[in-house]
């Protein structure tokens, strides 16, 4: 009698979940990872299933950015699922990491969505020197203050927030070819009354409506979401 083969993928799931069973989540991440790509793209549900198993092992290595990452991509394949469950309890409006006050949620959505801008426009996407990093983190945090002792984002909603923080034209240091940095002087973020932002209807009306593909979340929580700085690389 010819005995049953087991497709790649479940061999591959299977290997990973031994290994995060013997609490080895670098090793279950890479039986994830190659499950992952060993799926066939016409089976969505199992995508979302290894999606889900590679994200539980990178939340095990600490590594929660991306663990988010892949459970938003796993919650979008299979609506009624682990992921999707997992996913609504970890995230928050931003869908983002839920932190422990809204404040902190507020702070990473403002950080990461300036950190991308700025990055965007340098190589690789990445600082090029330590001095770089923190002339801007310094600019960065200075901003934060200013925008929290103007008390602007209260009573806002969190589409409000995320249409100030993405228009708002922060002075980064400038850095010169020999990576040098040149801090500006400047007064940092400008004008915290919101009147500097372009607001428009249309833009706050999709931020703060449902996800056009269809998922069932808010928009900001699920295609819309703030990806952190890591996901770029
Ligand atoms: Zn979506």
Not at 66 to 84: F, N, T
Not at 186 to 204: C, H, K, L, Q, Y
Request: charged share 25%; aromatic share 8%.
């Amino acid at each position: 009698m010819k005995r049953k083969t087991v497709p790649q993928t479940v061999q591959l799931l299977n290997r990973g979940i031994k290994a995060l069973g013997q609490h080895r989540p670098d090793k279950a991440v890479n039986f994830f990872r190659s499950a992952t790509e060993s799926v066939e793209a016409t089976k969505p549900v199992e995508l979302a299933k290894t999606l889900y198993w590679l994200a539980v092992a990178l939340q095990q290595m600490g590594q929660s950015d991306l663990a988010l990452k892949s459970l938003a991509s796993a919650q979008k394949l299979q609506r009624r699922g682990y992921a999707r469950k997992l996913y609504v309890r970890a995230t928050n409006q931003y869908g983002m990491l839920k932190r422990s006050c809204q404040d902190l949620d507020d702070f990473f959505a403002f950080m990461h969505l300036q950190l991308a801008k700025y990055l965007s426009k340098r190589p690789g996407h990445r600082f090029t020197s330590l001095e770089e990093h923190e002339a801007v983190m310094a600019t960065l945090f200075d901003a934060w203050k200013s925008i929290q002792s103007s008390g602007f984002l209260e009573g806002q909603t969190c589409a409000e927030k995320v249409l100030y923080f993405r228009n708002l034209r922060l002075a980064f240091p400038v850095v010169n070819e020999g990576m040098r940095v040149r801090p500006r002087c400047t007064r940092g973020a400008e004008n915290f009354d919101g009147s500097a932002s372009s607001r428009s209807n249309s833009v706050e009306e999709v931020l703060s409506g449902p996800c056009p593909c269809g998922s069932g979340l808010p928009y900001l929580q699920c295609c819309g979401r703030i990806k952190s700085v890591r996901e770029m690389r």
